[in-house]
């Protein structure tokens, strides 16, 4: 089955793999290693780590696929003789040969349809290089599979160089799922009482020295705070 690779960077572009070799997808949780209490809820101590895929693709340089256009799809009619065995000489045999849709020794017509590719091209280095591109840069794809379909926000953490053949190379990639939120903008509320506001200036202010009955209010009150504590007898 084949596998595509569509970058969420706004391009359009889609990266095709002839053939998965293998898949792997990877689901793990961080679970507390603290005592959780009887009737909590438990969803609350467990916290799903984002999901990896492992793949091996194999890309041919002899495809099977237009390739977005670039290949030429014609159809081409051939006549195919048709090998007829020995006529037995039964009845049944020599009606069936009266009944059959081709005559006897005629030749038979079929028509194929046939792909070529009128530039020539190398697809290993091409899908290599795109690839290299989308983990430099950081881009997350949406992987489409046999296995898992539409696996969306995945970033390749590793691209191992390809391991060539004759007319095709095998990859061997490394993703991870990077988790998205969504943020919103809310007005603040006005306060009740205006904030903020510079002090405003009161000018000198003078102290009254204590005099008259004030003056002895408060010495008496001196007087008695010392004795007490000790330091004045009364």
Sequence with gaps: MPAYFLPNDGSGQVVFFDLVLSEGHEATAEVTEHPVETGSNIADHVRPNPETLNLELY???TPVTELDGRGLVQYQSFDVPVWEPPLETTPGSVYRKLRGLIPLGQPRQVTIRALTFPDVFNRVLEVH????ELWAKGVDVTVLTALGTNVQNMVMTSVSAPRTEKGGATF??????????SSATVAAPKPAEKRGAPN???GGQSTKPVGGKDAAKSTSMAVKALQAVGVLDP
Excluded at 129 to 132: A, F, N, S
Excluded at 172 to 181: A, D, E, G, Y
């Design 129 to 132: 290089k795109v690839l290299k």
């Design 172 to 181: 061997n990639l490394s993703l991870k799922q990077i988790k998205t939120v």
């Design 59 to 61: 890309v041919t340089n």
């Design 200 to 202: 405003k200036a009161k």
